[in-house]
């Protein structure tokens, strides 16, 4: 890819080079160990937040975190013929119903705790302006973002990292068994917990990678959003380019989600309900987040657990100029110059 194409795409702030080890989202502890008596006690009294959602359905949730990382490891594998079939297919896989109702409920009593903690900070992002023919940053609006890291931090949202280490150890190995060609990273990866809070809050049209030092090669999403109406908004949009001739025939249903047109696009609208993933390839997919709104407030607000898991090296990246050029055509005076 052109370095000015990839300037232009660059939508979403990505990590370091090659990520963070995952690991280090446990800080002293470590996956699969015991934790001690100090720190299971600092734990107890830090997720109060999530506390509520234990007794709102006793017994359905895990009561330690090497049960509740063993839950999310069974149901990745109970998904995996659907996320490989999916990426294999049309690049992209939808899985609902993944983790259960209660535990998402529990994720996101982590997740709005956080926010009112205001552990979350305006999102930036940035975005090429055909004008000044340059990359400019702008602020997302109404959109709140933070990484998790580990930690200290683990103590406040000990099920959101508990998933995040769980979902990475269990699915890489069974993509790249799929995809060799990936070279999927076994260790490291990098994450984002959003929302959106509503009053038309969007993500703009774009790849999640977009070239230079960047290694994201697979995005896999959690949806946190148990009210979420139609009304509201805040659809995952895929955009793929409608073939020569093919204007009079009706888009396909693809992963159970209904195409339709939008210009020369055939899109698909994925609905952020609650308890569905949304696998991807990171480098191939483009799309976008629909306006979303949030009349009720908090309720409404629309939340959702990225994990990015990268390649190892550059040359698992793969982009094509000429794919770049029919989403965003305004790029062919950048790309030329």
């Known amino acids: 890819m052109s370095a000015s194409v990839a300037l232009a795409l660059k939508s979403v702030p990505h990590p370091p080079r090659g990520g963070t080890s995952f690991w280090s989202l446990f800080g002293a502890r470590r996956a699969g160990t015991t934790s001690s008596t100090t720190s299971s006690s600092k734990r107890s009294s830090s997720s109060s937040s999530s506390s509520s959602s234990s007794s709102k359905a006793p017994g359905l949730l895990p009561t330690s975190a090497e049960e509740h990382m063993q839950l999310v490891a069974d149901r ?15 690049g992209w896989a939808v899985c609902d119903g993944f983790l ?76 790249s068994d799929a995809f060799p060609e990936a070279s999927l990273s076994a260790t490291m990866a990098s994450n984002k917990l959003a929302v959106c809070t509503g009053k038309g809050s969007s993500y703009d049209k774009h790849y999640d990678n977009s070239g230079y030092d960047d290694l994201r090669k697979l995005t896999v999403l959690l949806y946190m959003n148990p009210a979420w109406q139609p009304d509201l908004g805040g ?13 009079d025939v009706p888009p396909p249903v693809v992963n159970g989600v209904a195409g339709g047109r ?22 191939r997919l483009v799309h976008s ?37 029919q989403h965003f055509s305004d790029l062919q005076k950048g790309v030329q110059g």
């Open 76 to 90: 990745v594998a109970a998904r995996v013929p659907e996320v490989v079939t999916g990426l294999r297919d049309v």
């Open 262 to 283: 939008v210009g020369d696009d055939v899109c698909y609208d994925v609905e952020p309900r609650a308890d569905r993933l949304l696998v991807f390839w990171s480098d």
């Open 289 to 325: 987040v629909q306006p979303s709104q949030a009349p009720k407030g908090d309720v409404d607000h629309r939340w959702a657990l990225t994990v990015w898991i990268t390649a190892t090296h550059p040359g698992a990246i793969l982009h094509d100029n000429a794919e770049v050029l």
């Open 100 to 175: 259960g109702a209660e535990l998402v409920h529990a994720y996101r009593d982590e997740a709005a705790a956080m926010h009112r903690r205001h552990e979350l900070t305006l999102s930036k992002s940035t975005r090429w302006d055909a004008a000044t023919a340059s990359v400019v940053t702008y602020d997302k609006h109404n959109v709140y973002a933070t990484q998790l890291i580990g930690g200290e931090m683990y103590y406040n949202s000990p099920r959101l990292h508990e998933y995040v280490v769980a979902l990475i150890k269990a699915l890489v190995p069974a993509v």
């Open 235 to 247: 659809c995952f949009r895929i955009y793929k380019r409608e073939p020569k001739g093919g204007g």
